[in-house]
């Protein structure tokens, strides 16, 4: 079936560092690739996506990219900040028994000022 | 425009009790899912309805945990008889389409379910 994984963390930077979270998937047929974020006490938020290989999803600074050779969707920044602490999923969303979006385990970030 | 509507946002329940979480979709989505968060872990789906329907359980435990989505009011996640091991966040997020397209998924602020 579908799956999704991504790294452990927690991932501690210092703010202004460059930040890359990876994420690999399997899956059949052709699915499309999430970021969600979710901060403290709050439920997730779409970071960004991509639907067919080779596509960049971005958003505040935040880039991904489909890699079909690879079958991952690395999440990267160039420059984060203390506001960028938060918890980041990687997500597939296609046909594995039924239509669904798959979830990573999650990633902590702290950024440290 | 209000988002995905969840309540409780906290509730807490003694062993053996019954649990119902409500939640509301964004206006104009008709697809609702149900997803459970543990402690340091992902998110792990459960269940998705569409009014009156359900469309795919794989996730929900067969014993104790049922779900509707009736054709008027929130959709229900009713846990009978809770355990320790229930004690979990649990989100629902809405979308206007099937979320297996290309459709992103809006969520709500969750219930955290706490069983003593």
């Known amino acids: 079936g579908n799956s999704v994984t991504q790294m452990e963390g927690p991932v501690t930077l210092s703010e202004e560092a460059f930040l890359t979270i990876n994420c690999t998937y399997t899956?059949?047929?052709?699915?499309?690739l999430f970021w969600y974020v979710q901060y403290p006490g709050e439920g997730l938020q779409l970071l960004l996506k991509?639907?067919?290989?080779?596509d960049k999803g971005s958003n505040k600074g935040f880039e991904a990219t489909y890699r079909k050779e690879t079958t991952s969707f690395h999440l990267e920044k160039g420059s984060v900040q203390v506001s960028d602490s938060a918890v980041y999923f990687c997500a597939l969303g296609g046909y594995t028994g039924g239509f669904k979006t798959i979830f990573g385990a999650g990633t902590r970030l702290f950024v440290k000022a | 425009n209000a988002g995905v509507m969840q309540n409780p946002r906290h509730l807490v329940r003694r062993r053996g009790q019954e649990a119902r979480l409500r939640c509301s979709p964004m206006k104009g989505h008709s697809h609702v899912y149900w997803y459970r968060q543990l402690p340091e872990e992902g998110l792990k789906f459960m269940v998705y309805l569409q009014k009156e329907n359900i469309i795919d359980e794989s996730g929900m435990p067969k014993e104790r945990f049922s779900a509707e989505f009736p054709k008027e009011g929130p959709s229900i996640l009713r846990i009978q008889q809770v355990v320790r091991g229930d004690s979990a966040a649990y989100f629902c997020?809405?979308?206007?389409?099937?979320?297996?397209?290309?459709?992103?998924?809006?969520f709500g602020s969750g219930t955290q379910l706490s069983v003593l």
């Open positions: 991509a639907t067919k290989a080779d």
């Open positions: 997020a809405s979308s206007p389409g099937q979320s297996g397209t290309n459709e992103k998924l809006f």
């Open positions: 899956a059949t047929g052709y699915p499309s």
